[in-house]
């Protein structure tokens, strides 16, 4: 059996002061390294800012689903609406590996380099920021319904499930 050590004693005592210390020293510490980190990029873009801004457009290019996602969670928390981001973020890539899909509202199929993901109660109206309230879309129909009610915008003829 080992012995234990007066630290290790200490710690076992003191483990709510033990925690305490350690959770401000982490703060004071991260803190302290992220403003470090800060000031390291602005003199980086200070001197090179052509360099930094094409190298943010090449990643933009490369992670164009990382910013769709990034801008949609965006608008549902200044919407205040509800938010399942991982279950999402899943879904919208199952969706993108396929060749192609059929648009919820007109049903023609659509290469998925095309498709937009629409809102079917759309954000500004209180619809959640979640799977059930998600659609794949053409991007006619995407940007005429825009954030009208599916009764509303929806042709004659034309079928939709409802939520």
Sequence with gaps: MAVETPTQKYHRLHPEKCRAACREWRDRNIVQQREREKIKRRKAFDENPELILKRNREWASRNKDKIRSRDMRRRALLKGAEINLAKMQEWMASVKRKRSVRCYYCN????????????????????PHSVENLCVSCGHCNLSKQDKPVRAWVRIGQQVLEL
């Design 108 to 127: 023609s199929k659509i290469s998925t380099a095309k498709i937009h993901f629409d809102h079917i109660v759309a954000l500004a109206k209180g619809g």
